[in-house]
């Protein structure tokens, strides 16, 4: 049974005769009378296609890839000619914000930076609405929603000290549901509608914001269950891992629970990363939930750590972007908010006055409307890199960008 549908981004068809080791190809002329294929300098090896012959968007003549079974698409050797003083295959066509190869980490932060720069109307449209939304309700919350911390009883014992905090941690927790809701709400459509934008980026498209809408509205409601299955799931393992600890209770049950918390964390890791490409293969294959996470899985399989190296260098760098940013618009907010230089060196700035919030809140704008286009893109282009090494998803990008040489 054909459990790898093609590719179905935006204005492309699926694919449905791919097998799930690549996608068929012309028979070799070598193999029709048994003799095996010729190399020369003039001529590219027998039973690989020729590269499209006219060049595309000022890009050099494509090399498609080539997919053997059980292993990833590599680029075909024709046609050969000296560049450079050098022998060698000719750069892979890019018709969009990614060459058609196998990425490498470079080409998928380029690509997604890339994305936010050709496309920044529709993405910054749509990131700096979501912040704006989220950083409103965030506001609220603090504002009105969040009760003040309790004063802690300088005579209270260590474990009444543990559980007022805890207490007051819960109230807050609780307090900050409705502004949670409402960010979960916004982050799920700004994922969608971006991950429609990167997939016509790659195919060098157009996108408008009503055109990404239409194409991501339909799925909406099965990425919402996605988005809340797998925090679900990980909250379920972390649990089970706690509880023998919290049941044995003591020293021992201490101890118990660090090394079944320590297990379980370790396995939400691995779990996260496993249906990390679930969101963009559920978007672009218009598969359910469960399929979704199938898929990602499959595509994840033997490149694990290779996908957890990327997400967490990706993380990385946007944490140390948002720090840039933060600390001028944090040490702004308590300039405004407070009275002085004194104020903020004495650490007497009320944290929930207006002034305060509203800095602090275009600092999260600013912040949000640039790294979740990248966050967004890394994902979806790391997908899109999985299906090229595995299914040679090179080529069937290449027919849907129109690029010649390569069928309708």
Not at 64 to 88: C, E, I, K, N, V
Request: hydrophobic share 45%; proline share 9%.
């Amino acid at each position: 049974m054909n459990d790898t549908p093609g590719w179905a981004s935006p204005g492309s068809a699926p694919s449905d005769d791919q097998d799930g080791q690549g996608v068929p190809r012309p028979a070799s002329p070598g193999d029709a009378n048994g003799s095996a294929p010729q190399w020369s300098k003039d001529q590219p090896p027998a039973g690989q296609w020729q590269p499209p012959t006219a060049p595309v968007h000022g890009a050099p003549p494509a090399t498609p890839a080539r997919a053997d079974s059980g292993s990833h698409s590599q680029a075909a050797p024709g046609p050969w000619g000296q560049q450079h003083g050098q022998w060698g295959p000719a750069p892979a066509a890019k018709p969009g914000v990614i060459p058609l190869r196998p990425l490498t980490i470079g080409d998928i932060l380029d690509g997604s930076v890339a994305t936010l720069r050709r496309y920044w109307q529709t993405v910054l449209t749509v990131s700096v609405t979501v912040a704006v939304v989220m950083q409103v309700a965030e506001i609220l919350a603090q504002r009105y929603l969040i009760p003040a911390p309790p004063q802690i009883n300088p005579d209270a014992s260590p474990a009444e000290a543990l559980s007022q905090s805890v207490d007051a941690m819960q109230s807050s927790l609780i307090a900050m549901g409705p502004a949670y809701l409402i960010m979960v709400a916004a982050t799920l459509v700004s994922a969608a509608l971006l991950t429609v934008v990167i997939s016509r980026a790659v195919l060098g498209r157009p996108v408008t914001l009503g055109t990404a809408w239409q194409e991501a509205r339909p799925r909406l409601l099965q990425l919402l269950g996605l988005t809340l299955l797998v925090p679900l799931m990980a909250a379920g393992i972390m649990f089970v891992g706690l509880l023998p600890g919290l049941l044995l209770g003591g020293n021992s049950g201490v101890g118990l629970a660090f090394l079944g918390g320590t297990c379980a964390f370790a396995a939400v890791v691995w779990l996260t990363i496993r249906f990390s490409l679930a969101s963009p293969a559920l978007m672009l294959e218009r598969q359910g939930v469960m399929k979704a996470l199938k898929r990602s899985a499959k595509l994840v399989q033997g490149s694990w750590w290779r996908i957890f190296g990327i997400n967490m260098l990706t993380q990385l760098l946007i944490f140390l972007f948002s720090m840039l940013i933060a600390f001028p618009f944090a040490f702004l907010a308590m300039g405004v908010a407070g009275d002085g230089i004194g104020d903020i060196l004495d650490g007497t700035i009320s944290e929930t006055s207006w002034s305060y919030l509203i800095v602090m809140g275009i600092g999260g704008v600013v912040t949000s409307a640039i790294t979740y286009p990248i966050s967004a893109g890394v994902t979806v282009l790391l997908y899109i890199d999985q299906r090229i090494r595995r299914e040679a998803l090179d080529l069937e990008l290449a027919r849907a960008a129109g690029l010649p040489g390569y069928g309708g």
